[in-house]
């Protein structure tokens, strides 16, 4: 969780269920593979089991330099004591959470040594992010480890970081609360003659200054707001001056000691949106909120999702995935309703095919976007916690900036 007051005890518990899943299924042990580096998209397998993020930019290798450059790997073996290997001296030697940590140049020879004073290097052995495992690594598994079988096991951690811990959620309030806050400025700077750059220039210097990153920052300010966001990089606009009448949205995602904070806004530029705009804004936070009050411990997500999809066809906006018709208003596709979150997106996912239930202390996402052809898409996103009662709702954040 990258913070020096998270209990050991914690990263203890989550490997000692990682070992009886090993165990349970006759696996020799758990590797998890994890990618940090100059992205924050898939840290969270070194971070949830270790409290290790490998920093240093992705390199080809180099030997005799280095290699593997920013990955990690974590050996869980069945029985045993774990070991970090790391592919750069410079990590957090007062946050890690492995008396065991290893490196060496040659990152695949420790590796396979390691794998296999571990006897971890025959038979059948867990992946927990096989999708950050890159192909040399892969290779040189295979070369130097024939008999080994790796067997994906994401559905471990998954099930793991399914209930947040109270030290966990003290992260996820705060990630929320700069969250909230930096959306809070983004809205409030929307003003005819800005760029999107410029509007939210000023939250980003708010989420540094509090000790927060930025995974994630999307926006759209045309006048006709079709795609997710304006352009694909850097994901908003700093050329285009924005316009009085056009519809400007916002999906932030910030990390805050490793945990997410993931929610959005619609306005317009001006404040005054035409009817069908206000309707459209309107609604999508109406459905919304509609959802968050049927977030009970014990209620079917597929039930959930049956609710939001009611409610849309009953206020007329439609389902259909085939979106022409001018005159009608329809649910943005792909067809969800949010999704679990933490150190990374997880289940539950609110879709028809999900088979869980809603769990008190569960870190969940809610949101939809709704679009129209020649008016453009509007979004909404909360996140929220599951206590006992119900849904408590994290993002601050004004619901309506119309």
Known sequence: MFATDVPRKLFEERRCACQKAARERSLTGVFI??????????????????????????????????????????LIPAVGEPVLLVTTLEYRKDLVAIKDVRYAPDFHRLLAETARELHMDAGPAGIIYEDTLHVTTWRHMKDSMPHLELVPCDDIMGTLSLIKAPREQKAIIRACQIGSEAVRIIMEGVAPGKTESQVIGPAMD?????????????????????????????????????QRGDIFKV?????????????????????????????????????????????????????????????????????????????????????????????????????????????????????????????????????LLVTSEGAHVLTTTQKLWI
């Open 33 to 74: 593979c994890s990618r940090g580096g100059g992205t924050f998209d898939r840290f969270a397998g070194g971070d949830f089991f270790a409290n290790h993020y490998q920093q240093r930019c992705y390199l080809p290798d180099n030997l005799p330099l280095w290699s593997g450059r920013s990955h990690s790997m974590l």
């Open 251 to 383: 999906d932030l995602i910030i990390l805050y000691e490793g945990y997410i904070c993931d929610f959005g806004r619609t306005t317009v530029v001006g404040g005054t949106p035409n009817p069908i705009q206000r309707r459209m804004i309107e609604e999508v936070t109406a459905s919304c909120e509609h959802v968050i009050s049927k977030i009970v411990p014990n209620a079917s997500i597929r039930e959930i999702v049956e609710a939001g999809d009611r409610y849309l066809l009953d206020h007329g906006i439609s389902l259909d995935a085939k979106q022409e018709d001018p005159n009608q208003i329809y649910a943005a596709f792909p067809p969800h309703w949010g999704h679990g979150i933490g150190m990374t997106w997880e289940r539950p996912w609110f879709v028809n095919e999900e088979t869980m239930l809603i769990q008190k202390d569960m870190y969940l996402a809610i949101e939809k976007c709704l679009y129209k052809p020649g008016v453009g898409t509007v979004n909404y996103e909360q996140n």
């Open 206 to 242: 708010y989420v540094f200054s509090n000790g927060a990153v930025l995974y994630f920052v999307v926006t759209n300010g045309g006048s006709d707001a079709n795609p997710v966001h304006s352009i694909d990089f850097p994901g908003f606009d700093s050329q285009r001056k924005m």
